[in-house]
């Protein structure tokens, strides 16, 4: 989610081994910034060097064959003819050549863009550090997305107005959908941020919420429309306030606590892991480094249908709410994708890579389809609790999300055999997966 430049894209950045905190909402976890070229290779990709030697820094190449995308891709499913929609504040003033430049370096189409601000634009202030903020998550998202489907289509929406915590930026946020919607822009949407339920608990809060709520089930069941959201990139907490005059997250909260909208039962909150790579093969713990995979139980949200049917186990960490993450995917600011931003490469991570790498591969899943699979997260739950749920996801069993910062000890959630309030059901293996969704898809 953009870290709120600290923490709300979840955009943390090291810049020379200088670890900065940034704050935005749903800001990439940015770590190392190098221009130097690179020189190790992986197929007909190359790595740049980001000059950083404990970093593992992966190729999309390299991150379609993680999460099973490599024969789809090599039989020319690339996400040809469908559109994901992208929604941020600010966008990016370098983003056209900051693509540019991401292409070329991986030898990939150019991107199918479209930038549209029907509210309005600001003018770029640099000083800015939210703007900073969304520029890195702006560039995160459509890259992510254009790494994990290159053919498919991707409208950039942007907001004029700063989405941070409570209700600060969710009203031109919605309205941005809506207008998605109304325009048939697009039938994925990804979304990098978030506010905690802390800063929503009041009747503001909630009377916002009721209107997406109604929105999402319109979007998910009436228009075929898949929603990914991040979880959040302070483990089992979140911050509780943003100051808008210094520009600057308020505590987070000492006990347990997720964010909306990924605590909605109509989207497919999207949490984080470590990827590790040995030879050919991939591995995954729950993501606690340098940030931590958002995850937990709402307090606003009964157990929804889908969820309803997990082992006994998880009913009692349910408690009879709703539990997230649903899914997972690469997260660590330290181990991901190379992304190309304000005239440097970076590595990027958070919650705010994992959405977007869900949403590139939905485009996929919708071109082999032939049709909008809309609303997933039944047919998601579905699988796990079949005979195919190891041949489909990677289950992620090690690690927790813990987290402890800010003056906050908040203890989280262990990772087990099956769902889980850290990585949810686990990574996409989509050779399998895609098929399954298909089979059990109530998309039309």
């Known amino acids: 989610?953009?870290?709120?430049?600290?923490?709300?894209?979840?955009?943390?950045?090291?810049?020379a081994l200088l670890a900065l905190a940034m704050v935005a909402c749903a800001a990439p976890s940015v770590v190392v910034k190098n221009t130097t070229p690179g020189s190790s290779t992986d197929g007909t990709e190359t790595a740049p060097d980001i000059g950083c030697s404990s970093c593992s820094v992966y190729t999309p190449q390299q991150?379609?064959?993680?999460?099973?995308?490599?024969?789809l891709y090599d039989s020319g499913k690339r996400g040809q003819g469908q559109t994901v929609v992208i929604i941020?504040?600010?966008g990016s003033p370098t983003l056209q050549q900051d693509l540019a430049t991401f292409d070329q370096q991986f030898n990939l189409?150019?991107?199918?863009?479209q930038v549209v601000s029907?509210?309005?634009t600001v003018p770029f202030n640099s000083a800015n550090s939210e703007m900073q903020g969304w520029q890195g998550e702006t560039s995160l998202d459509v890259e992510m997305v254009h790494a994990m489907a290159p053919e498919a289509s991707i409208v950039l929406l942007t907001s004029p107005v700063d989405e941070t915590e409570g209700v600060a930026g969710l009203p031109q946020f919605l309205q941005l959908e809506q207008y998605a919607v109304d325009h048939n822009l697009g039938s994925i949407f990804s979304q990098s941020w978030a506010a905690s339920e802390v800063s929503l608990s009041d009747a503001a809060g909630q009377a916002e919420i009721a209107k997406w709520q109604t929105f999402y089930q319109q979007a998910t069941t009436q228009h075929n429309i898949t929603i990914f959201t991040s979880s959040g990139d302070?483990?089992?907490?979140?911050?509780?306030?943003?100051?808008?005059?210094?520009?600057q997250l308020g505590p987070l909260s000492p006990t347990p606590t997720t964010s909306f909208p990924d605590d909605s039962p109509w989207v497919t909150a999207v949490g984080g892991t470590t990827l590790t790579k040995d030879g050919s093969s991939f591995d995954e713990v729950v993501w606690n480094h340098g940030g931590a995979s958002g995850g937990g139980i709402s307090r606003f949200f009964a157990t929804p249908a889908f969820q309803q049917g997990l082992p006994q186990r998880d009913q009692q960490i349910l408690g009879g709410k709703r539990g997230v993450p649903d899914v997972s995917a690469a997260a660590d600011p330290y181990t991901g994708l190379a992304i190309y931003y304000d005239g440097q490469w970076t590595l990027a991570g958070g919650t705010s890579a994992a959405a977007p790498l869900w949403a590139g591969?939905?485009?996929?899943?919708?071109q082999?389809?032939?049709?909008p699979l809309g609303y997933i997260n039944p047919s998601l739950y579905k699988i796990a609790a079949s005979s195919q749920y190891t041949s489909a996801f990677r289950d992620v069993t090690d690690g927790d999300n813990s987290f402890s910062d800010n003056g906050a000890d908040v203890q989280g959630y262990q990772a087990t055999t099956g769902w889980d309030p850290t990585t949810g059901l686990g990574s996409p293996n989509a050779a399998n997966l895609i098929p399954l969704l298909i089979q059990n898809s109530q998309g039309g």
Do not use: C, E
């Open 368 to 371: 082999v389809a032939g049709h």
């Open 361 to 366: 591969l939905m485009a996929v899943a919708n």
């Open 63 to 71: 991150m379609r064959a993680a999460y099973g995308l490599t024969s």
């Open 234 to 247: 302070s483990g089992a907490t979140d911050y509780v306030s943003f100051d808008n005059s210094s520009q």
């Open 109 to 113: 189409p150019a991107v199918k863009l």
């Open 1 to 15: 989610m953009p870290m709120r430049l600290i923490a709300r894209w979840r955009l943390a950045l090291v810049v």
């Open 88 to 90: 941020d504040s600010y």
């Open 118 to 120: 029907p509210l309005g």
